[in-house]
């Protein structure tokens, strides 16, 4: 509870003045000024998030947290839940999609255990940081106690603080968990107020009857539960999940060490509005990826201001969406550090009409 | 004009059975069916661009072809033309916008000279293609003979044809040219029919007063030459330019020898659709790179049926949107060609609902 309240005292808004330092350098180089749009906006986030006008953006991370849910009880996915385990155990082997497009990008990727209904014994290279074998069912009574969520939201801290110890730059959230949709759209109702069948889409596919049950049984468990959409620490026990809670500690994490951290889609971003709810200036530390085809994600950027980076009709999560936009956002850095500019280049600025 | 229909000839629509062939592979990978959404389309499109089950895309080609614009006395540029050839040399040096999202992306930048109002006698690594001096103003009459614009076309599927004979893979499309705006809105206007005020935007940031001033020079010009908008060699000689040729006859040389090629923004788009009034299959082998932010790119995009791929509010040219958008087709190749099966992974693909 103390690293809770430390963390969240050490997160500052960052300084604007740099938002004007790093445009001054961008309307130099040649280039009509704002022609490169987002890229220019994105170096511009950067500069001021690390509040270093020559940020250096070289070691990158991805951080993958896998939790299962109890909740898939009441048949709201569409795949079972050893899928879990066996996805983890995929991303180990480099096989899953988040293996691909980070290596693709230059990413390394840290798979965590928050909470898989297994026992990973002796399995290379997965970072154990379990705090229970699964959440509860909801449906039923709270997934979690308050403690429990407050150690996920802890192990995130503590990964982002080694991380950052040793060195990386930036880091990227991703997840893994058969059912965890239905975590994640309990979150948003809870959180923005807005209704269950606004907020709840098909997660990995299930079909339009298991849809409308879905919904029923988010609205459900959250006349049940009642969390308080003000106590973010309430709703992630109430209603949410051990990978969720880790992702919020990270996003938390990251913010208190200034590193820039990239939100992947619908699962990921609510455990982002998790980290605004407990401190609203996290998010100037937050770029969100892409643009998720699960319903209910749009409605959690739009509440905490974020404008997604792509569109690609993607709905895959493991960090798929934020491995594509960090090379995205490197470029937007790189604009700003390499290119020449119009006295460099003897190139005429003079705008003539 | 042999070369111009033979190679307009050689262009084939793609045999649609690859997409199949291509999805049936996505599908047995570790991920819900279709959840990479468009990195999914892009892997099965340059399956069947190439005829490939196996397709290789290792080195990629970014043209950036160059050429000034007689319509500039009109006023309808915010730059001296002289900053064509300040930026051509800022090209070679390598301090451009290109050139460093090209080394991000890890491709090749060829600067053209197709037609800038200057002689760049022994300037290193440019490519000398030069068919004028700059067109002469449309405002008084064509920009171009036919013939100068048949040449254009033909130096683009020269490069092309070059370029796949030395076995890159990709191609990508760039311009410089300051006022090229202009002749792109009368390319749009002219093929599509649609307003000059409806496709007309700022180009690189000209003031209300300009634009007013651009759209009746367009106007007027589109009055006094009257191209023909079902024939391409027409519209791009009269009011068109070297550089938007040169576009053209790459895309068309680039669907000839079946490569897949990354269309930049809205003067590169007016050379594709040049392309595709001459051969609309050639259109089965362009990438749409982004939106741009000027007017009247998307109504182009919507005439070929081209979905962007990236909306980032950009609108610098020079191929800075093909070079973001290529690593991102390479992403769904690898996806198809690197990510394990649910056999291989021991992963269940069992749908429970």
Known sequence: ???????????????????????????????????????????????????????IIDRK??????GDHGIVAEGVAAYPKEVTTQMVLNFLRGGAGI????????????????????VFDGVEGL???KVMRGTRNFAKG?????????????????????????????????????????????????????PVSEVTGK?????????????????????????????????????????????????????????????DGFISTAGALIAYVLEPSSKDYMFAAHNSVE?????MLDAMGLT?????DMRLGEGTGAALAMPLIEAGIKIYKEMATFQEAGVSDEIIN
């Not at 997160?11 to 749009?37: F, H, N």
């Not at 959409?229 to 880790?246: N, R, S, Y």
Request: proline share 4%; hydrophobic share 45%; aromatic share 4%.
């Open 295 to 299: 319903k209910g994600h749009r409605v």
């Open 308 to 312: 997604p980076i792509l569109d690609l």
């Open 61 to 66: 991370v991805m951080f993958t947290f896998a």
């Open 99 to 118: 293996n691909v497009l980070a290596r693709h990008a230059g990413v390394e990727v840290v798979v965590i255990d928050m909470g898989v209904d297994h």
């Open 1 to 55: 509870m103390n690293l809770l309240h430390e963390t969240l005292k050490a997160i500052k808004p960052v300084d604007e003045k740099w938002y004007a330092v790093a445009q001054k350098r961008l309307d130099y180089l040649t280039k009509p000024p704002g022609s490169l749009g987002r890229l220019e906006e994105f170096a511009r986030r950067v500069v001021a998030i690390t509040g270093n006008k020559n940020p």
């Open 203 to 263: 997660g990995t596919g299930i079909s339009e009857e298991a849809l409308t049950r879905k919904i029923a049984v988010i609205e459900n468990a959250l006349k049940l539960n009642t969390p308080d959409g003000k106590d973010a620490v309430d709703v992630l026990a109430k209603v949410g999940g051990a990978e969720i809670g880790g992702i919020a500690g990270l996003v938390l994490g990251a913010a208190a060490n200034r590193i820039p951290v990239v939100i």
């Open 142 to 194: 709270p997934a979690m106690t308050r403690e429990e969520a407050i150690t996920c939201i802890e192990k995130g801290f503590e990964l982002a603080n080694g991380y950052a110890r040793k060195g990386y730059k930036m880091f990227g959230t991703g997840d893994m968990g058969i059912g965890n949709t239905t975590p994640s759209s309990a979150i948003v109702a809870a959180i923005t107020g807005r």
């Open 127 to 129: 970072m154990n940081m």
